[in-house]
């Protein structure tokens, strides 16, 4: 329990309560905004969407990680992290109504497995 709340109090110093409460729906949008910075084809609101995108993961997958629910391999980079959580909202669009942070927890445990807990 007590780790339950340290993890709720971390989250919520992370961040507005508005992007902790955005949903997959939101999320792959800005993801998609994060492939289309890549093709060179974005406009200035991709640019803005890219970094919500590529924060929201890398602000997630730090949680996990740091919670030892998940182990990211050192060598992985934060672009291997985006493209697999984007490939698990393209792969999932059924799940897209549910929360973005547990989307993320979910497309990273699906590749790279649980931690050591």
Known sequence: MKKLL???ALV???SSA???AT???ELYQWGQAYARVFDRRA???DVNDFWKY???VQGVAELLSWQKIIVVP???TIKQLLEVVLKF???NPSLRQYAAASLVSRALTTTYGYGPN
Do not use: C, R
Request: aromatic share 12%; hydrophobic share 45%; glycine share 4%.
């Open 6 to 8: 340290l993890t709720l």
């Open 12 to 14: 919520l110093s992370m």
């Open 18 to 20: 508005a992007l902790w």
């Open 23 to 25: 949903d997959g729906n």
């Open 43 to 45: 406009n200035q609101e």
């Open 54 to 56: 590529a924060y929201f």
């Open 74 to 76: 050192e060598n992985s």
């Open 89 to 91: 909202l393209a792969d």
